[in-house]
């Protein structure tokens, strides 16, 4: 009998040393086929010398062949063209589609080329309607049709609404399906019904960023496109994985690093991107502002910022009232100390020359520069601070700092983990000063980026509409969206404040299984609504906590758009929907029929995209839309191709149009410049003596969150979630390296085996994020986690989730 391939982790601990191994056995050869396009070619047959052998026969591989085109479009910003290879009806494989005008940049990742298969599994995809006939949660439903689906949804919708007004009807849509159609048909049709809709960027624990960004950017993405890391003589990748998150990017830094480059990774897992690092400092988990404090004080005390950025680029020589925190202004100018008069003078004074730091005396107010109250923060952060705080020894702290400040320049990649914490926009705001402090802001090779910048458009100021819109679809009968926040969502919904939510509409979203403390919401979230229905193209966590499932088909089997500035991506109908299937346009347009909305709903979904190139709009010359939906893409005429770097004019979005690493409105809060607050659930405090480990999800090469889970294809790489464990930590629970272990916190618990590495911080551990429940021994982790509101981020804007703000026990089960 052939012998089963081995599938079972293998650990990359020898000796106690770290080795540069895969993390799990196969992943190596299908990484490496994928990434280079080899296919299954070393599986060809050979001949008795070993050599490989031609094919059999000599027939066109191409014959029988149809092709299709799509965005990648599910929970990822690369948003890849994907060419689909047809055969017989069914998708046989996926390769890159073209990208005009950037040759190089088609790409694939596992995830995008194995979901097709997902999609075409019966097994997998919700097949027809279905409504619940067992106890929520119990995954008992009947089929029924259409029809009787549509009807009952609808007459609950109305009883909603009769009862308790238009917005008890909630509306929730993730980037599940990020298409304009996809995406947005469920919010269009809740601002016609008047009922609410969610902004999910809170409850996904993306919201730091933003705030982070706008704070100290005065917009939400500040990025640098990756090819200008070929500009870098340093980059650092700061809780930012490119090589499983962003594999479309990842190929930039490989050739920067060939061009002589230092990358350094920032994190407390040895990502795959450490690949090819040539230095990883495992930071200890949600202390990555005091290091970037502790790297402004060493480049400050070294003489070694750039002044005269600073000083014309940014808010540093503004003078701040030591009274209240507020800023000194004339009017509504800001005031500035002016070095050749000795007096203080408004900011953009003809010939001032402002004073960098210092305090003074204006009028009898005593008044220091902004800057000053940087320096008075960083200067707390001392080597050994810095390094109690991180868990990193102060001669890396030291050496990191002068490297990064005298590479000249250095860029930095932040990432979606930085953000996931207490404080989520501490981060993103201290390391985006830390650049400007270093003088890295609007510089080739520099800057302190989010996501890579994309290349863009040109302005067209002469012409005020947008090139992509559609007007009929913007028509909601004046209605307009009541959007509230989801950090507040719970709450609303349990105490049913300030008005109730008694009808939930999913959409694009396992919500269940990617939101925070699941038991909450499936013990007291979700009982506190009357009606649940959930639109997916598989049976999801949240599915079966729903009263009424539809099958929705997936972007190989419908019509929709994509802005992928400077490109358009256009998806249309390849295959047969699976079952009953239809378009999230389709279901909408089915109740609006139900409920009086029908003339807003009133066209095909290939109708309502056909209407979205505002052809008027010089962006459109040379389009054709039969010629780009045949071909997937569309370049943009007015496509800036080169690659872009942020605010290379020294001016930014923000009130004085400079860089703002002084915030007076958060002086209640006292975070005013940037600052380092201890985690919410501290390994330091009191709770840290039960639950002592920080326990961290991440992204990898196998999941966006959990449509990918578990695509039969992929199960080479990993077949079940696994705990990343330290040794070091293993050891004193007497935990092996495939045990299984309980987790557990005072809110729920979570059984799966352990994967023993030194490539994790000790006092920490680590599981992939989208995992489902069904693949746990038992629980989910989603059951550790919570949502709890932070004031300084609701004064801000809102709370972002802190998905990896949690403390653990582990223990042998």
């Not at 458009?457 to 090139?467: I, R």
Request: charge should be negative; charged fraction near 25%; proline fraction near 6%.
């Amino acid at each position: 009998m052939e012998k089963e391939m081995d599938l079972a982790p293998s650990e990359f601990v020898k000796d106690g040393k770290f080795t540069r191994r895969t993390f799990v056995k196969g992943a190596g050869w299908i990484t490496v086929t994928s990434a280079l396009g080899f296919g299954l070619a070393g599986c060809a047959p050979k001949d008795e010398g070993g050599q490989t052998r031609a094919a059999e026969t000599s027939a066109d591989p191409e014959e029988g062949f149809t092709y299709g085109h799509a965005c990648c479009n599910l929970n990822c910003s690369s948003h890849c063209h994907l060419k689909s290879h047809i055969k017989d009806g069914k998708i046989v494989t996926v390769t890159p589609g073209a990208v005009p005008g950037r040759e190089d940049y088609a790409s694939a990742c596992l995830r995008g080329i194995a979901l097709s298969q997902k999609t075409q599994d019966e097994n997998a995809r919700v097949m027809y309607p279905m409504k619940r006939v067992g106890e929520r949660g119990s995954g008992e439903f009947e089929r029924i049709s259409w029809e009787q689906a549509i009807d009952e949804i609808a007459q609950k919708l109305l009883e909603t609404k009769e009862k308790y007004g238009e917005k008890a009807a909630g509306f929730y849509s993730f980037t599940g399906n990020s298409g304009n159609l996809s995406m947005s048909a469920p919010i269009r049709f809740a601002s016609m019904f008047g009922g609410t809709n969610f902004d999910i960027e809170g409850i996904m624990g993306d919201h730091g960023a933003s705030m982070g960004m706008i704070l100290a950017y005065g917009v939400k993405r500040g990025s640098h496109d990756t090819r200008d890391y070929l500009n870098s003589n340093m980059i650092v990748l700061w809780g930012r994985n490119i090589a499983d998150t962003h594999t479309s990017e990842f190929r930039y830094l490989v050739q920067a690093r060939e061009k002589g480059a230092k990358i350094v990774v920032v994190d407390p897992r040895l990502c795959s991107s450490a690949a090819i690092a040539d230095q990883w400092i495992p930071i200890k988990p949600q202390t990555d502002p005091a290091l970037a404090l502790g790297m402004m004080n060493v480049i400050i005390a070294n003489d070694l910022h750039d002044k005269e950025w600073l000083a014309a680029h940014s808010v540093s020589p503004f003078l701040v009232k030591e009274s209240d925190g507020s800023y000194l202004l004339d009017g509504e100018d800001w005031m500035v100390w002016d070095a050749a008069s000795g007096s203080a003078k408004k900011y953009n004074s003809e010939g001032v020359m402002p004073t960098l730091s210092g305090t003074f005396d204006v009028n009898g107010e005593a008044v220091r520069t902004a800057f000053d109250h940087l320096v008075d923060e960083a200067s707390k952060y001392t080597l050994s601070v810095t390094a109690q705080i991180t868990g990193l020894p102060e001669d890396v702290i030291e050496t990191f700092a002068m490297e990064y400040a005298r590479a000249k320049p250095a860029g930095i990649r932040m990432g979606q983990g930085m953000q996931r914490v207490w404080n989520s926009f501490s981060s993103f705001r201290a390391i985006a000063t830390l650049a400007a402090v270093a003088g890295y802001v609007g510089i080739e090779g520099g800057g302190a980026s989010h996501m890579g910048g994309n290349p863009s458009v040109k302005a067209s100021p002469d012409f005020k509409e947008p090139a992509l819109m559609n007007k009929d679809w913007a028509d909601t009968g004046g209605m307009k969206p009541n959007t509230v926040k989801t950090s507040t969502m719970y709450d609303q919904i349990i105490d049913k404040d300030p008005y109730p939510i008694d009808f939930m509409w999913f959409a694009n979203s396992n919500f269940v299984n990617m939101s925070p403390d699941a038991n909450k919401i499936v013990d007291k979230v979700l009982p506190s609504i009357s009606t649940i229905v959930t639109v997916d193209p598989y049976w999801t966590w949240t599915a079966r906590q729903s009263d009424y499932v539809l099958p929705a088909c997936n972007y190989w089997e419908k019509w929709d758009i994509e802005d992928r500035s400077p490109w358009v991506i256009i998806s249309k109908p390849m295959i047969d929907p699976m079952g009953e299937s239809k378009s999230d346009v389709e279901i909408m347009s089915l109740l609006a029929q139900k409920v009086g909305l029908e003339k807003f709903w009133n066209k095909t979904d290939e109708e309502w995209c056909r209407g979205f190139p505002n052809t008027a709009h010089p962006a459109w010359e040379g389009f054709d839309f039969d010629k780009v939906a045949q071909e997937g893409i569309f370049a943009r005429a007015d496509a800036l191709f080169e690659p872009q770097i942020f605010r290379p004019d020294g001016t930014f979005p923000t009130p004085s149009k400079r860089f703002q690493l002084y915030n007076e409105e958060l002086v209640p809060y006292d975070e005013q410049v940037p600052s380092y607050k201890p985690m919410l659930e501290d390994p330091a405090g009191e709770l840290g003596q039960k639950y002592p480990l920080v326990y961290l999800q991440f992204h990898d090469r196998l999941n966006v969150h959990s449509q990918h889970v578990l695509i039969p294809e992929l199960s080479v790489v990993q077949s079940e979630p696994l705990l990343e464990m330290n040794p070091v930590d293993a050891a004193s629970r007497g935990l092996a390296h495939g045990d299984v272990a309980l987790i557990k916190n005072d809110r729920g618990a979570c059984k799966m085996k352990v994967f023993l590495t030194e490539g994790i911080h000790p006092g920490a551990v680590a599981t992939a994020s989208g995992w489902t429940p069904d693949y746990f021994i038992e629980g989910n982790y989603q059951m550790l986690t919570h949502l709890t509101i932070n004031p300084t981020e609701e004064f801000i804007s809102q709370t972002s989730t802190a998905f990896y703000d949690v403390l653990v026990e582990v223990e042998k089960a």
